[in-house]
């Protein structure tokens, strides 16, 4: 795996952790709930931090707030009981193919500089 893909998928991770944090600072309520919400923060930003460094920051950040909102919205939906709309899903549809979207037209740039740093 490349160091491009390694990256990519380092954002993948942070927006898992950035859903755990998010569900935490809503229904964390005892010591052990809170811990885990903090560490994710944690691991979440450092790895966004650090994917950020390896590739454009803007993409990066927006490809990371994407996937976390809509891992939320989902993740609401399916263990705490939030109301399953066709809307909703319609919309988080455009928001994950607008993310992919800028993914894609960002990936050739940042493949490119690393040929740059290697040569």
């Known amino acids: 795996m490349n160091a ?6 380092t954002i993948v991770g942070a927006a ?7 569900i935490g ?9 809170w811990a885990v ?3 994710a923060i944690i ?9 950020s460094g390896r ?3 803007g993409t990066v950040y927006a490809v990371f707030v994407g996937l ?16 399953l709309r066709v809307l909703k899903l319609v919309l988080i549809a455009i928001l994950l193919a607008g993310v992919i979207g800028l993914k894609l037209a960002g990936g050739h ?9 290697v040569s």
């Open 4 to 9: 491009t893909s390694r990256a990519w998928l």
């Open 16 to 22: 898992v952790f950035e859903v755990i944090w998010v």
């Open 25 to 33: 600072l809503k229904h964390a309520s005892t010591v052990p709930e």
């Open 37 to 39: 919400t903090i560490v």
């Open 43 to 51: 691991i979440s930003f450092s790895a966004l931090i650090w994917a």
């Open 55 to 57: 590739l454009p920051a």
């Open 68 to 83: 976390g909102t809509a891992g939320t919205v989902v993740s609401d939906m399916v263990w705490f009981g939030e109301p």
């Open 109 to 117: 740039e940042a493949e490119a500089e690393e040929v740059k740093e």
